[in-house]
């Protein structure tokens, strides 16, 4: 079958003829994988950046987000057959650690990641644990179903906190902060106010409803929040760019009282914060990682099969799998929504 991998250690993939995965486990499910979309972490990897040097063994196949075709169950597979459709979350937990049997599942003690810590989705067939796989209705567009791991991000980010009737900041309008213009909406938030830097995702981020947009670039942020609040500051923060600056503008623009759900992830660790801001101000801070198993996925599907989430305007380019290079290459330079690659019909 072919398969984008990561031959050796350095930047970039290789479109390879590898062999078909076959189910090893009696719980696994083999998927003919119909679209896979591109993520900030396959970025990582496509960069070969310090991190992915350190986390990735090669060879492997790249890709975590994708929506396929179940072929083939193992023998105690129990909900899923062959034709269905379906999704998958990318952590894969073990069931059995305190979290796993407390309800957070995301946060398992002994999690392997899809195209990370295993093989992944950049292919024409994968085999996982039927435990991550989540049925498609068959109304949802395809597309849509392969985008539904980073709308999961958004969701458990935006429902971190209250946000009806609420003035909502988002710092980064990337795949996920676009996609949270939309499910604050949803979620009853009165004002929605964006700050991003670059002009193709200023205008995504118009374009999926936000209210107000300001580029920090060429505006204080923390004043032009102030001035589209009376003075008051923004109720929620939902950082999603992952840059120091914006994290720290973002809790300065909040209200007394305020609450900030932190998604992004930080170039460095420990990450310069301004706690006493924060503490002064009584800011409630939640930290999320992933999506809710399986709450969060939950939302989205009937979100998405209700149209009240529409992520047209999100995937901006769907490319046959043999462009590859071409959607890491927009990626990288911020130049895209949602890359969906087309892997099988
Ligand atoms: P992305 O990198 O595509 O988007 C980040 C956006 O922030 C970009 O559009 C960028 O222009 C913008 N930005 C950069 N500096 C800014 C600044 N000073 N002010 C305002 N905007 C600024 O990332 P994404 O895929 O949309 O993901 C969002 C963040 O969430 C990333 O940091 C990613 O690593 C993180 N993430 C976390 C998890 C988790 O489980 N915690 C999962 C997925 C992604
Ligand atoms: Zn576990």
Same mark, same amino acid.
């Given at each position: 079958?072919? %398969? @984008?991998?990561?031959?050796?250690?350095?930047?970039?993939?290789?479109?390879?003829?590898?062999?078909?995965?076959?189910?090893?486990?009696?719980?696994?499910?083999?998927?003919?994988? +119909?679209?896979?979309?591109?993520?900030?972490?396959? +970025?990582? !990897?496509?960069?070969?950046?310090?991190?992915?040097? *350190?986390?990735?063994?090669?060879? $492997?196949?790249?890709?975590?987000?994708?929506?396929? *075709?179940?072929?083939?169950?193992?023998?105690?597979?129990?909900?899923?057959?062959?034709?269905?459709?379906?999704?998958?979350?990318?952590? @894969?937990?073990?069931?059995?650690?305190?979290?796993?049997?407390?309800?957070?599942?995301?946060?398992?003690?002994?999690?392997?990641?899809?195209?990370?810590? /295993?093989?992944?989705?950049?292919?024409?067939?994968?085999?996982?644990?039927?435990?991550? +796989?989540?049925? !498609?209705?068959?109304?949802?567009?395809?597309?849509? #179903?392969?985008?539904?791991?980073?709308?999961?991000?958004?969701?458990?980010?935006?429902?971190? #906190?209250?946000? /009806?009737?609420?003035?909502?900041?988002?710092?980064?309008?990337?795949?996920?902060?676009?996609?949270?213009?939309?499910? %604050?909406?949803?979620?009853?938030? #009165?004002?929605? !106010?964006?700050?991003?830097?670059?002009?193709? /995702?200023?205008?995504?981020?118009?374009?999926?409803?936000?209210?107000?947009?300001?580029?920090?670039?060429?505006?204080?942020?923390? *004043?032009?929040?102030?001035?589209?609040?009376?003075?008051?500051?923004?109720?929620?923060?939902?950082?999603?760019?992952?840059?120091?600056?914006? =994290?720290?503008?973002?809790?300065?623009? =909040?209200?007394?009282?305020?609450?900030? #759900?932190? +998604?992004?992830?930080?170039?460095?660790?420990?990450?310069?914060?301004?706690?006493?801001?924060?503490?002064?101000?009584?800011?409630?801070?939640?930290?999320?990682?992933?999506?809710?198993?399986?709450?969060?996925? $939950? !939302?989205?599907?009937?979100?998405? /099969?209700?149209?009240?989430?529409?992520?047209?305007?999100? @995937?901006?380019?769907?490319?046959?799998?043999?462009?590859? *290079?071409?959607?890491?290459?927009?990626?990288?330079?911020?130049?895209?929504?949602?890359?969906?690659?087309?892997?099988?019909?």
């Amino acid at each position: 079958m072919k %398969a @984008i991998v990561k031959k050796q250690p350095g930047k970039g993939f290789v479109l390879d003829e590898v062999e078909i995965p076959e189910i090893k486990e009696p719980n696994e499910v083999k998927v003919k994988v +119909l679209n896979a979309s591109i993520c900030g972490t396959d +970025l990582h !990897i496509w960069k070969w950046d310090d991190w992915s040097q *350190e986390r990735i063994k090669t060879p $492997q196949i790249d890709g975590h987000e994708f929506v396929g *075709e179940v072929v083939e169950v193992g023998p105690m597979v129990k909900g899923l057959k062959p034709g269905d459709i379906v999704a998958s979350e990318t952590h @894969i937990p073990c069931g059995v650690c305190k979290q796993c049997k407390t309800g957070k599942m995301h946060v398992c003690k002994n999690m392997k990641i899809l195209g990370v810590d /295993r093989d992944g989705v950049f292919a024409e067939y994968v085999a996982v644990p039927e435990i991550v +796989l989540w049925k !498609i209705d068959p109304s949802i567009p395809k597309e849509f #179903a392969s985008v539904m791991e980073p709308l999961g991000n958004a969701i458990h980010t935006a429902t971190a #906190a209250d946000l /009806r009737g609420k003035t909502v900041l988002i710092t980064g309008a990337g795949p996920i902060g676009a996609i949270a213009v939309q499910v %604050a909406k949803i979620s009853g938030a #009165a004002t929605i !106010i964006v700050s991003e830097v670059s002009e193709y /995702r200023i205008k995504m981020a118009k374009e999926m409803g936000a209210d107000y947009i300001i580029n920090p670039v060429e505006k204080n942020l923390v *004043e032009e929040v102030m001035n589209i609040t009376n003075g008051d500051g923004a109720d929620v923060l939902l950082e999603m760019s992952g840059n120091t600056t914006a =994290l720290n503008q973002g809790i300065e623009a =909040l209200t007394n009282g305020g609450e900030a #759900a932190i +998604l992004g992830v930080f170039p460095t660790n420990p990450v310069p914060f301004e706690m006493n801001t924060a503490v002064f101000k009584n800011i409630t801070i939640h930290c999320i990682t992933g999506r809710k198993m399986f709450e969060t996925w $939950q !939302i989205a599907s009937e979100w998405l /099969r209700t149209k009240k989430i529409d992520l047209s305007k999100l @995937i901006t380019h769907i490319l046959p799998m043999e462009e590859f *290079e071409k959607g890491f290459e927009l990626m990288n330079a911020k130049k895209s929504g949602k890359i969906v690659l087309k892997i099988s019909e």
